[in-house]
Nanobody
Framework: VALVESGGGLVQAGGSLRLSCRAS????????MGWFRQAPGREREFVAS????????YYGDSVKGRFTISRDNAKNTVYLQMNNLKPEDTAVYSC???????????????????WGQGTQVTVSS
């Protein structure tokens, strides 16, 4: 499956962005999905995950209450709504797909099989 992210950009602290990740190639609803981010000089960090049917979601502690992950299986797309952005949210955000038959996402990036190229999010203070 191929993944392409979009929606990144420059935003002021307190602002919002919505990232999209569109999948192609296989049946999207068969894949649990996740969002990760990586800032310069830092390790990749788990942001959020969502189960195949969208019912189960999980968030990293640093984004809980501010970010929302969702998916539209009819559009082969997973979203990350980011509100109340902070300068420390600045990073390259990547989506990832977890191969079936696993149902839920994971906080471990090694559990994912396919990755997008990433989209830059920059939050100014």
């Amino acid at each position: 499956v191929a993944l392409v992210e979009s929606g990144g950009g420059l935003v002021q602290a307190g602002g919002s962005l919505r990232l999209s990740c569109r999948a192609s190639g296989r049946i999207f609803s068969s894949y649990a999905m996740g969002w990760f981010r990586q800032a310069p000089g830092r390790e990749r960090e788990f942001v959020a995950s969502i189960s195949r049917n969208g019912v189960g979601t999980y968030y990293g502690d640093s984004v809980k209450g501010r970010f929302t992950i969702s998916r539209d299986n009819a559009k082969n797309t997973v979203y990350l709504q980011m509100n109340n952005l902070k300068p420390e949210d600045t990073a390259v955000y990547s989506c990832a797909a977890r191969r079936p038959p696993l149902y839920s996402g994971s906080i471990d990036d090694r559990e994912y099989d396919y990755w997008g190229q990433g989209t830059q999010v920059t939050v100014s203070s």
